[in-house]
């Protein structure tokens, strides 16, 4: 990746940084972390209690410790960012991107410390802070706005509305809102989510446009007057109103319109006198119309694709314009695709829960670049880049957004780029939390994004065949059971004690099968096997959907089983699994899909407690935001009880029936553990169930 594409003329360059503070913690800080080690800048790290483990910790030449766990105790402490720096000797601070990135108090504060800002001056931070008055400074400098709409004055003919914070971003603190009845409380949610996530609880409306593209244009400003516009961005596939896929080109955009997107991003950067890099977002309608939607003032988290098509070390940039480098006159040219997907720590079929715990296993196979521009890829041309916060047996902590990693393609063309990041992601081995891996896939195999038909419905859209299906259909989850059982019967034999020669389940007169079970989801599969002289024999491997006979034992030739590998011969068609066994969890992973099962022991434990008829139990570990209800109130099916904040999203707890609220054990601001009870409705006689959370959107 070129670091080296600004001016190096000693006489326009006004300082010289030798040590940056990383106010940011994860994938972003190792990124920002990677070219300063290309520059040979010292790097310092600050770290909240919950993430003293990280990578990024490691990456480091000095680190700081931040007590406590929570972001307003930690990574929003402007005061201990600052002190960490000087203690540290650092001369800069890079604020990465989320966090304190756009605070222009922040910003002032550290160059009142005497420290580098490597960002934009805190007047454009500022201007832009605010998407009410950003808009308004457009709209005056003639980029095209969405008018402002006043909550109090909307009207059914204004339906739907976007409720948007005037703070932040990454979809925090928004609202759909379609019916009149539904404002004031959508109004209410979105502030209390913008101040807790970003601590401005201001909000507006605007209308919502249900299938627009959401375009952006990547610019990059000197202090000498030049600004570059590095091509666009679609990031049209969002869930919760935040980016999952992103790439550049669009397919969308020719070169009439990418040349009215440039002027438009380049007159709101010269509007706010703007230096550094930053990106302009813009909606863009089917017809072509376009409407800006406000200015990210930092490095945006969808960064590498740009750089993957330009070769240009955007981050470098960032440092060379604060020490005072000028830019060349005109940007490098852009070659090739490149795609990003986000790969979250979340359950897409469960409106996108995230998930925290142990990653025990992170392989992304064919990985080509790191944190920088792949240097040569395949035969083909495609190459694979992954920025990566974590590897095995990292902890996601619920205090922060649950992105793991961000996995880029970069190719001669759209397809192949596509075709390469699919395959990447379908053999990765990720086991211990649920991610969107399969969603990711589903999308980019998906015809309709193929053909560049994406908005920002397109999972709403396409929702059955992207969200909710599995890679690995049920033959795959039985073929992976019957893996499974066979790699514990080689684990058991290895481990033996005694007779280690015998096969496992040996008998020397027919007896009855050994038998296994587990539990995929909602569905529960038992493999039932014996041990031959020199074979294995499955009899039968039996789930919840077997009535189309697919896995039948006798399709099923075992041809080798390790504790950690098995290979099976199903119709003629050999296949191999890998195993990977942890408490209370088996992986297997194979060009089936992957599938995670929990071994359902024989017997149940002896006093196991059970949750009383109509617990309500927190799904990820949490806080108590606000509750709604008292115990002995009557409720209907699907009523708000309570709201549970985790990774900075608000999460509803409904009424799974109407009943009544027995009891109700916890209290605002308490946090709460993954399976904790916090609410028990008692149904009524003949009340039908339904879900019991859902995301706040």
Known sequence: ??????????????????????????????????TCAELGIARTAVFSDADASSLHVADAD??????????SETYLRPDLLIEAA?????????????????????????????????????????AMGSKVEAKQMMDRAGVPVLPELDPSQITETDLPVLVKASAGGGGRGMRVVRSLDALADAVADARAEAASAFGDPAVFCERFIESGRHIEVQVLADRHGTVWTLGERECSIQRRHQKVVEETPSPFVDDELRARLFEAARTAGKAIEYVGAGTVEFLVADDGGFYFLEMNTRLQVEHPVTECVTGLDLVAAQIHVAEGRRLPAEPPPSHGHAIEVRLYAEDPANDWRPQSGTLHCFEIPGVDAEFAVPGGGSSLGAAIRLDSGVTDESTVAAFYDPMLAKVIAWAPDRAQAARRLARALSDARIHGLCTNRDMLV???????????????????????????????DDQARRL????????????????????????????????????????????????????????????????????????????????????????????????????ARYPGLVCVDSALGPVALVPVPRFTEPGRASAATGSLTAETPG?????????????????????????????????????????????????VEKGAVLAVVTPFAGAAATDTTRNEE
């Not at 209800?629 to 709201?643: H, K, M, S």
């Open 480 to 579: 992976s059971a019957i893996a499974a059982a066979l790699a514990q019967a080689a684990a058991n034999r290895r481990d033996a004690r005694v007779v280690k020669r015998l096969p496992s389940g040996w008998r020397n007169v027919p007896s009855a099968p050994q038998r296994r079970r587990y539990r995929c989801g909602d569905d529960e599969y038992e493999v039932a096997y014996r041990t031959a002289r020199d074979r294995q024999i499955i009899d039968s491997a039996d789930g919840a959907d077997s009535a189309d006979g697919a896995g039948r034992a006798d399709d099923v030739e075992v041809i080798a089983a390790t504790p950690d590998r098995v290979v099976l011969e199903i119709s003629g068609l050999r296949r191999t699994f890998a195993v």
């Open 86 to 126: 000087r203690s540290a000797g650092a001369d800069a601070v890079h604020p990465g991107y989320g966090f304190l990135s756009e605070n222009a108090d922040f910003a002032r504060a550290v160059i009142e410390a005497g420290l580098i800002w490597i960002g934009p001056p805190p007047e454009a931070v500022e």
């Open 1 to 34: 990746m070129n670091t080296d594409l600004v001016n190096t003329d000693p006489a326009s360059t006004e300082l010289v940084i030798r040590n940056v503070l990383v106010a940011n913690r994860g994938e972003i800080a190792r990124r920002i972390f990677s």
């Open 623 to 671: 806080t108590v935001l606000r509750i709604a209800v008292t115990v002995g109130q009557a409720v209907a099916a699907g009523e708000p009880l309570l709201w549970l904040e985790a990774m900075k999203m608000q999460h509803a707890l409904t009424a799974p029936a109407d009943g009544e609220v027995t009891d109700l054990p916890v209290r605002v601001g308490q946090q």
């Open 442 to 472: 589903n999308i980019l195999r998906h015809e309709a994004f193929l053909a560049g038909r994406t908005d920002t419905a397109f999972l709403e859209r396409h929702r059955s065949a992207t969200v909710t299906q599995s890679l690995a």
């Open 62 to 71: 000095v680190s700081v410790r931040l007590p406590g766990n929570a972001s």
